[in-house]
């Protein structure tokens, strides 16, 4: 069986993490490295997917539950404007094989978006 990801290990509170909100099927965390004065995670419970597209064709509900958990995040903790990422594959800087979007809000600017051309 394949190790459990980072993401399974915090759910099952074998390591400790800042739970912002949490349902049956979700979990949000702050983000332990920031990038952005908010940076959130917003985290499918099931290690199944591994990344947005297998995550969309797989559960789309789910998919949506996110964004839905992603903006209520943002509305309380950025005024509700911020950038939803996630990351997919290796060379656009995934580390975690798990689906997780990336919510990270307040002081961002358009040119910030990508890397230098
Ligand atoms: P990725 O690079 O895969 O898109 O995003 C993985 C994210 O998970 C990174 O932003 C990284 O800082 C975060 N991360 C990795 N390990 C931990 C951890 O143990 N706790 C928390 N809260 N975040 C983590």
Do not use: W
Request: overall charge negative; cysteine-free.
């Amino acid at each position: 069986m394949a190790e459990p990801t980072v993401f399974e290990r915090i759910v099952a509170r074998e390591i400790p993490a800042d739970i912002l909100y949490e349902d049956d099927r979700i979990i949000a965390i702050t983000d332990i490295a920031p990038k952005a004065p908010v940076h959130l995670l917003v985290v499918p419970k099931t290690a199944e997917y591994g990344n947005v597209a297998a995550l969309a064709g797989g559960d789309p509900q789910l998919l949506a539950d996110i964004v839905k958990v992603a903006q209520d995040l943002a509305t309380e903790r950025t005024g509700g404007d911020y950038r939803l990422i996630f990351n997919t594959g290796e060379g656009a800087g995934q580390t975690v094989f798990h689906v997780h979007a990336h919510v990270l809000g307040t002081g961002l600017q358009e040119g910030s978006l990508g890397s230098e051309l």
